[in-house]
């Protein structure tokens, strides 16, 4: 909210955030695996509710509006997945239900959660992405798909509006789109590979028509992305630094960037 900045204490370092579709809730999460609900309707009276509880640090979260539902992923290697309404209800079904990361043989880093709360899709430490459909895991905990074009560590994900489809970034430089939906298309294997080195970070815009990516070559680029979630390069802008971090504003109309420059 412009002109009113705010600040969210918590017991250990930050390592992860989510906002719900309208701005009054926040999730945040620490190295200690606590996960915290903010309702920020006033913000001089901030308030929380612990919701989740990692035995480690949480690497990521995503909420599902639709569903009112916080998903978690912890070095622990666990999903937690936790329905919000009923845990502020105290309900007796209120307890996060656990999806073990079977199938993932190395420690896991990022999350992305398809925003209609169909597929979660988890990076790990071997260059891959491993997809579970979050409908059937009540029944299933292993992954349905795995994703292996990537040669390098996955350094960022993104997931598109509609949730059909997701861009990775990884240090081998390339960015690749990939079918949440359809896990058998074969998609990702025709590579964007502009960058001179490792990609660090990906900012989607708000209509999934736009993205920008930015790493190491100190080069932000901007692509247009074509109805199948194919980036197609546009622009390039030269930056003094190793470009770390990147959003776009939700009309796009606007762009943030941030580095190793400060």
Excluded: C
């Amino acid at each position: 909210r412009k002109g009113k900045p705010f600040r969210l204490s918590m017991t250990g370092g930050v390592t992860a955030i989510a906002v719900d579709a309208v701005g009054n809730e926040v999730f945040t999460a620490d190295e200690f695996g606590e996960v915290l609900h903010w309702q920020l309707k006033n913000l001089s009276k901030a308030t929380f509710t612990p919701v989740a509880k990692h035995e480690s640090a949480v690497l990521g979260l995503g909420f599902v509006s639709k569903e009112r539902a916080l998903i978690s992923l912890g070095q622990d290697k666990k999903l937690l997945v936790t329905e919000v309404d009923k845990k502020m209800r105290d309900d007796e079904a209120s307890l996060p239900m656990g999806i073990g990361l079977q199938g993932v043989p190395d420690k896991p880093k990022l999350l992305v959660i398809d925003p209609n709360g169909r597929r979660a899709a988890v990076s790990a430490g071997d260059g891959k992405i491993y997809v579970w459909d979050l409908n059937a895991r009540l029944t299933s905990a292993q992954p349905i798909a795995k994703f292996d074009e990537h040669t390098d560590v996955i350094e960022d994900l993104a997931a598109s509006r509609d949730g059909n489809w997701m861009l990775s970034a990884g240090k081998d430089g390339t960015l690749r789109e990939w079918d949440l939906q359809n896990t058998t298309s074969g998609a990702g294997s025709n590579p964007a590979n502009d960058h001179v080195g490792p990609v660090f970070d990906l900012a989607l815009s708000a209509d999934g028509s736009r993205v920008l990516s930015g790493g190491q070559d100190k080069v932000l680029r901007g692509w247009r992305v074509d109805p199948a979630g194919v980036p197609r390069l546009q622009i390039t802008h030269d930056v003094s630094g190793p470009i770390k971090a990147l959003a776009i504003s939700p009309d796009g109309r606007l762009l943030a960037e941030g580095g190793e420059d400060g």
